[in-house]
């Protein structure tokens, strides 16, 4: 037996997803913006969302890759090679391919993990609050996969004073062609 709160509380997510069908939203696609691989601006477009089961994430990825974009894991700090790499070009996503970082927001924050100010665009990275581990903090994902990327703290450099301390793991380096 569902309790009545909880039946309301059903109801009203349910009036909302509907609501967003209504206003011509879809869960379906998402808008980001697309950059070539020598980090040039393309511009916005809608895409489909990627999505997979585990099993088929699982066959397309490493074990290190799935357990950190879809399982919410973390990459040991050092341990990769990108938060030494100074190479001009862009940073994808394992998953899904949406370019997130460019290495000229990058910066050596001597965590050990690839960070950076700011994301190639706004657009192509989402943020929500992440409760786990006893703390408060702020959770990076792909906007079209969903893939967990890391976390963003406010002790970065101008001009934004933000470190998006990003998973080795869910980033796939583009160097520029020069």
């Known amino acids: 037996m569902i ?3 909880a039946f309301a509380g059903l109801v009203a997510i349910s009036s909302r997803k509907g609501d967003r069908a209504k206003d011509g939203a879809s869960d379906s696609e998402v808008t980001i913006v697309e950059f070539n691989d020598a980090g040039a601006r ?3 477009v809608q895409a489909k969302r990627v999505v997979h089961s585990d099993s088929e994430w699982r066959q397309m990825l490493s074990a290190d890759q799935f357990y950190v ?3 919410q894991s973390t990459d ?7 938060y030494r790499l100074h190479e001009p070009g862009i940073f994808r996503c394992i998953c899904c391919g949406t370019a997130l970082f ?4 990058k910066f050596d924050s001597g965590t050990g993990w690839p960070s950076f100010w700011a994301p190639i665009a706004e657009e192509n990275v989402r943020k929500h609050t992440d409760r786990s581990l006893f703390m ?3 959770e990076v994902q792909c906007t079209r996969c969903g893939a967990h990327l890391g976390h963003v703290f406010d002790d970065g450099p101008e001009p934004t004073h ?3 301390c990003i998973n080795e793991s869910s980033l796939r380096f583009v160097a520029r062609v020069r």
């Open 162 to 164: 933000l470190r998006y």
């Open 69 to 71: 974009t879809r399982k």
């Open 42 to 44: 393309i511009g916005p």
């Open 136 to 138: 408060e903090r702020v």
């Open 76 to 82: 040991m700090a050092f341990s990769g090679t990108y």
């Open 102 to 105: 460019a290495s000229d927001a």
């Open 3 to 5: 309790a009545p709160a």
